[in-house]
């Protein structure tokens, strides 16, 4: 029986083998291995991609949620909005600094932030919103920029699932005062390890992301520190690597999407819920997920079939065990809720062919028909 595994990251790696190696090689010959020429270049490559003038690489997608939030002076008795259905990260990062995560219930449709719920939520100690593009559909920036800005809030875009998705026309990293990306492997612009970046049109910021990225360092001496900061870089190995795939990124997502419209229409007849995208705007299905209440027999039943896939997510962070504390109980956010207990990714990535999809669907088919 052939496998179709939920991600292929070797697949890629066979296609590249040989600018990877060679970017790589440059690398190691040049002796330069932190915070060197190939970080800068994919600072300013990433910036233009995203329409922003700045960017900031950092060690992981986590850190630069992280640091953003702490340059803006985020800390205890402050209180950052955000989505109970995403990864774990987006929350920790508030709570890392001792303030508040407070969730909003999200849209049945499109897994994001609902923006008329944002109202409720927003107290005199609110200082930011983390719009989450999640499993790479953008979300509701329009609406959540205008809310943050009456309210005099940041908003930090968590676009660690969704780099190349577009919003009314325009890729996403630049409708928030800064965005964040990850190039954690599984990432749709993956590196070999851990990285992360920072986009920005803020000055003021990218100065406090490039002091605390080094232990808060004043920017004249490598030996006065201005602040207390972090030791979070992305090296110069993973910057040449994304270097070479940054430039194949636009076709990757654009054949990521059309795998996912194909199964949209292989299950066209069955009774799952496919992904509903937006009209103005588009998804670079960081994951293509699907929604049935048979969720764990249906995973089960294609694992016996050597297909791979997950959960996502399988608890809303507001009834995660650490979240205890913060005094949610089951069915305050019913829709992330029930998103947690329906949801779940088929196989998918760019390098995904034709009949190992109609396997798949065949295997969803026989489920529902057994
Ligand atoms: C992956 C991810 C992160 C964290 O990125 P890392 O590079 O793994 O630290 C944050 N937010 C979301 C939504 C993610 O998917």
Redesign the pocket.
């Known amino acids: 029986m052939s496998k179709t595994p939920l991600l292929d990251l070797q697949a890629q790696y066979r296609q590249l083998q040989e600018e990877i190696k060679e970017a790589i090689t440059g690398v190691l010959e040049s002796g330069r291995y932190i915070l060197g020429p190939e970080v800068a270049a994919l600072e300013e490559e990433i910036a233009l991609y995203s329409g922003t003038r700045y960017g900031v690489g950092v060690g992981?997608?986590?850190?630069a949620?992280l640091l953003v939030l702490n340059a803006w002076g985020i800390g205890p008795g402050d209180e950052v909005i955000t989505t109970p259905f995403?990864?774990f990260?987006?929350a920790e990062v508030i709570s890392r600094l001792g303030a508040r995560p407070v969730f909003v219930d999200v849209d049945p449709e499109t897994g994001n932030l609902d923006v008329s719920q944002l109202k409720e939520k927003v107290t005199e100690r609110t200082k930011a919103v983390i719009p989450?593009h999640?499993f790479g559909q953008p979300a509701d920036l329009d609406e959540v920029t205008r809310f943050a800005e009456k309210h005099g809030l940041w908003v930090l875009e968590?676009a660690?699932?969704a780099i190349g998705a577009e919003y009314k026309g325009k890729r996403i990293g630049s409708f928030g005062d800064a965005a964040t990306y990850?190039?954690?492997p599984t990432?749709n612009l993956g590196g070999y390890g851990?990285?992360?970046m920072v986009v920005t049109d803020d000055e003021e910021l990218v100065a406090k992301l490039k002091s605390l990225r080094v232990h808060g360092r004043s920017p004249n001496s490598k030996y006065h520190n201005d602040v207390i900061g972090y030791n979070s870089r992305l090296d110069e190995l993973q910057a040449a690597a994304l270097r070479v795939k940054l430039r194949y990124l636009d076709q990757w997502n654009q054949a990521r999407r059309e795998r996912a419209h194909r199964y949209d229409r292989l299950l066209r007849d069955l009774p799952v819920e496919t992904p509903v995208v937006a009209a103005d705007r588009t998804s670079i299905y960081h994951l293509y997920i699907i929604r049935t209440d048979q969720r764990d027999a249906l995973m089960e039943h294609l694992k016996s079939q050597g297909i791979g896939t997950a959960a996502y997510y399988p608890v809303p962070l507001h009834l995660q065990k650490v979240y205890r504390e913060l005094g949610y109980r089951e069915g305050d956010l019913p829709v992330a809720e029930k998103l947690c207990r329906q949801s779940m990714a088929l196989p998918l990535y760019p390098e995904l062919d034709e009949e190992k999809q109609e396997r798949v669907a065949d295997a969803v088919k026989a489920f529902f028909h057994a």
């Not at 992981?60 to 850190?63: A, C, Q």
Request: proline share 0%; hydrophobic share 40%.
């Open positions: 992981n997608g986590t850190d949620l995403t990864f990260a987006t989450v999640i968590d660690a699932q990850s190039f954690f990432k851990d990285g992360g």
